[in-house]
């Protein structure tokens, strides 16, 4: 039998007297771009910090190929595959950009002698290879973000989760970042789950959506059919369609 890439089974979290999580069933097959959409405090990055084992949940199951990944640490599910940006920029401060990656190449998926042309090569995929050398703190807030997907990248993974890519970008650096993705899912064979507020493009690059509220998912479906869906005007986007604003909306 062929397992979905990603299942996500009855998941449940509470933080103290906080139900945050509520029984999240997620399907997401190899190659799909899913986008998880939702207000804030609706409990995406938690979502995303459950599924890569930066803290337990309370139920449920989370299964990659069909393994559980239950009681597993972010480090080993990294070994697996599944990598994760941050939706505040986390650079190892006080290392280079090339460095930066080199972290990210050192976990087990990676069999390569030269890791360091691996890592200037990811530099140049993200358009980060004129700053290799370039303290990571000194970055702007767009090659950050290009240099935390480069650092994922360095993992090998085949299922990238980027918490909020965009959030702090202006539209230029939306446009490219957003063409980044794409490329990287095409060339790289990667399947992608994506948190972001910034609909138009979200709705863009997508193949399927699950939205969230209030930790419950409420609809799911492609991003044609989100966009109408009146849970979803109701609890976040409200009645302008985001898949009609045009380029300067
Ligand atoms: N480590 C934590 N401890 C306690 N409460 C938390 C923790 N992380 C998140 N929360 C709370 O859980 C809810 C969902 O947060 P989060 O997953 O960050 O939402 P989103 O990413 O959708 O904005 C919020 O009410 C938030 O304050
Ligand atoms: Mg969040």
Redesign the pocket.
């Known amino acids: 039998m062929t397992h979905a890439l990603l299942e996500v089974k009855h998941l449940d979290k509470h ?2 007297g ?1 139900h ?2 509520k029984d999240i069933n997620i399907t997401v097959q190899e190659g799909e771009i899913v986008g998880v959409l ?12 459950l599924l890569t084992g930066f ?1 337990p949940a309370d139920e449920g199951q989370v299964l990659l190929r069909g393994k559980s990944l239950r009681e597993m640490r972010s480090n080993d599910i990294v070994g697996l595959g599944v990598a994760r940006t941050f ?1 505040l920029c986390r650079p190892f401060v006080g290392l280079t950009v090339l460095e930066n990656v080199l972290v990210g190449s050192l976990g087990p998926r990676v069999k390569t002698d030269d890791i360091g042309a691996r890592a200037m090569h990811l530099l140049d995929q993200v358009g980060l290879a004129g700053k290799a050398h370039t303290a990571s703190e000194l970055l702007s807030y767009g090659d950050l973000r290009r240099l935390e997907i480069a650092r994922a990248l360095a993992t090998d993974p085949e299922l990238l989760l980027l ?2 890519p965009f959030a702090g970008l202006g539209s230029s650096e939306i446009e490219a970042l957003s063409e980044l993705i794409r490329k990287l899912h095409r060339e790289q064979k990667l399947t992608i789950m994506l ?1 972001e507020h910034k609909l138009r493009e979200f709705m863009q690059l997508v193949s399927r959506v699950v939205a ?1 509220d209030f ?1 419950e998912v409420i609809a799911e479906g492609v991003p044609a059919d989100i966009v109408n869906n009146p849970r979803v005007i109701e609890a976040y986007i409200g009645r302008q369609n985001p898949l009609e604003q045009t380029q300067h909306a």
């Open positions: 933080f103290g906080l945050v999580l939702g207000p804030n405090g609706a409990g995406k990055t938690t979502l995303f910090n803290i939706q918490d909020e948190i969230i930790g």
